[in-house]
């Protein structure tokens, strides 16, 4: 009796505690954005239109991906009303910092790199004026055009300095794996801006970028799913056997929404065959997964449910979860992780390194303003 | 500590092994530089003749696409999965805590000509 009384205590004090949310979408409507960009691309929409790529398949949700109830009241586009926002997500789930990760990465998988530069600076700005200025609990992305590097270093030397901008932000869907010296100019800015490089999961198979799977292209929505981890599991291995993290031993990576847990297996896999290989490479000075550990973090959703909490555990072991795993929610869409009930229960420490100090350190975020606990 | 006669020290060149058999063990002996070392026949990882691999240098890099070889001579790389190994100690390269046995070798001079000096394990 005693034991329950304490038990419910202990949760009730948990649901008190703040957190920090690394994966919020915000809306930033195309017309939204349009008055941000340069007379030229404006007067090229007005006559030809956005001329950006879209999705090949299906989504969740509604409106393309979104919780069917995340319409504000409004009636404007999902994650695009900040009050709205504050009242669904902010408020009842107390997040103490939320990262905004935005909506409009088709640019980065548009042939004309100038143009996306030009709608990267405009989503930047955009992102500022209406986001970072009216809610200091939200920080911001710097979208980048990842087409050309060059473009990209110079976005974020002009953005990323700003105070509440936290990461560069890129869609997974790329030309190359992301550790290739091609996009090495991208690094050398992210670490002089102190700015984590941020995978999210989209655009693969879209635009100028690679087809979705090694295999071609996959057919359905949950087959594209399901075959994120590949794609992400290929800038992973880039990033450590084209010795980037010995080139910007200072650089932070993060892994976003292609799941966390197939990211042991796929690890000692590395490890195992950098034993045997290692002279074919030998500016890969540790084993992969120290570079995992040390440079690499990855957010939570959609967080893999296991058969059972042994398995659970064992697999949060064997990623280092108390180091590596950031709680995110991906607010407004359809496969929304709920802070309260995505993950089976986790000890204490544990769970606060999950859910507030690995995204905060890796941020640079404050402690919480508030202590309220009981 | 039992010796076992290898043989004759003109039998190894420089840079070159020789597996011998030594109270039922098979053992490597290697001739590097102007030393012996001698190392147990038997990978560590999953049992393959690792003196049967590739002698070879370390291979170390400052970046990628550049290649620097080393201590030429002291690795061995198992036949089956190219696992390194340091001759002079029986270490794993990248793990030391892997290690198959090293012996001590010695050469003894019976004769002044040096090509009839005796090498022997020490088991």
């Known amino acids: 009796m005693e034991a329950t009384e304490i038990k419910q205590r202990e949760k009730r004090t948990k649901m008190k505690r703040s957190i920090i949310d690394v994966d919020i979408h915000h809306k930033t409507e195309l017309e939204d954005i349009k008055p941000y960009l340069p007379r030229a691309y404006r007067d090229q929409i007005d006559l030809w239109g956005w001329r950006l790529p879209g999705s090949l398949w299906l989504n969740g949700g509604v409106k393309v991906g979104q919780m069917a109830d995340s319409t504000p009241p409004d009636g404007s586009f999902p994650g695009s009303n900040l009050e709205f926002m504050r009242k669904q997500l902010l408020d009842p789930y107390n997040i103490e910092y939320g990262v905004l990760t935005g909506t409009e990465y088709f640019c980065q998988a548009s042939p004309d790199a100038d143009y996306a530069a030009a709608l990267c600076s405009a989503i930047n700005d955009f992102t500022c004026d209406h986001w970072l200025a009216n809610e200091s609990r939200l920080k911001g992305s710097v979208f980048i055009p990842k087409q050309d590097p060059l473009l990209s270093a110079k976005e974020i030397r002009r953005i990323g300095s700003h105070p509440d901008m936290v990461q560069v932000i890129v869609a997974s869907g790329a030309e190359k794996p992301y550790g290739n010296r091609f996009y090495h100019p991208i690094y050398e800015a992210c670490v002089e801006q102190d700015l984590p490089f941020t995978i999210h999961v989209l655009l693969e198979g879209l635009g100028i970028n690679a087809p979705n799977t090694g295999a071609g292209y996959v057919s359905y929505y949950p087959e594209y799913r399901a075959c994120r981890p590949q794609v992400m599991a290929a800038h992973l291995a880039s990033f450590i056997y084209e010795g980037v993290f010995e080139k910007f031993p200072t650089l932070k990576v993060v892994l976003q929404e292609a799941g966390v847990f197939w990211l042991a297996p796929f690890l000692w896999k590395m490890d195992e065959d950098w034993k045997a290989l290692r002279f074919q490479t030998p500016w890969v000075k540790k084993k992969p997964s120290e570079y995992f550990f040390s440079n690499v973090r990855v957010s939570s959703q959609p967080l893999e449910p296991t058969p059972n909490m042994e398995i659970f555990r064992q697999l949060m072991n064997a990623v280092n979860a108390s180091e590596t795993v950031m709680f995110c929610s991906d607010y407004p869409h359809w496969d929304f992780d709920s802070p309260l009930m995505a993950f089976p229960k986790l000890e204490d420490d544990l769970w606060e390194r999950v859910f507030y100090q690995n995204a905060a350190e890796l941020y640079g975020l404050p402690a919480r303003k508030a202590q309220k606990e009981e | ?123």
């Open chain 2, 1 to 123: 500590m039992t010796r076992f006669f290898v043989g004759k020290a003109s039998e190894i060149p420089e840079g070159e092994k020789k597996i011998i058999e030594a109270n039922g063990r098979s053992i490597g002996v290697y001739h590097v530089g102007d030393q012996f070392y001698a190392i147990r026949n038997t990978c560590p990882h999953q049992g393959a003749e690792l003196c049967r691999g590739i002698t070879t240098a370390l291979i170390t890099s400052t970046r990628p696409g550049v290649f620097e070889y080393e201590h030429e001579g002291e690795i061995v790389r198992c036949p089956w999965h190219q696992w390194e190994f340091d001759v002079k100690t029986g270490c794993m390269i990248v793990d030391p805590k892997m290690r198959t046995k090293s012996y001590e070798v010695t050469v003894e001079r019976y004769n002044v000509s040096i090509e009839d000096n005796h090498l022997y394990v020490h088991l």
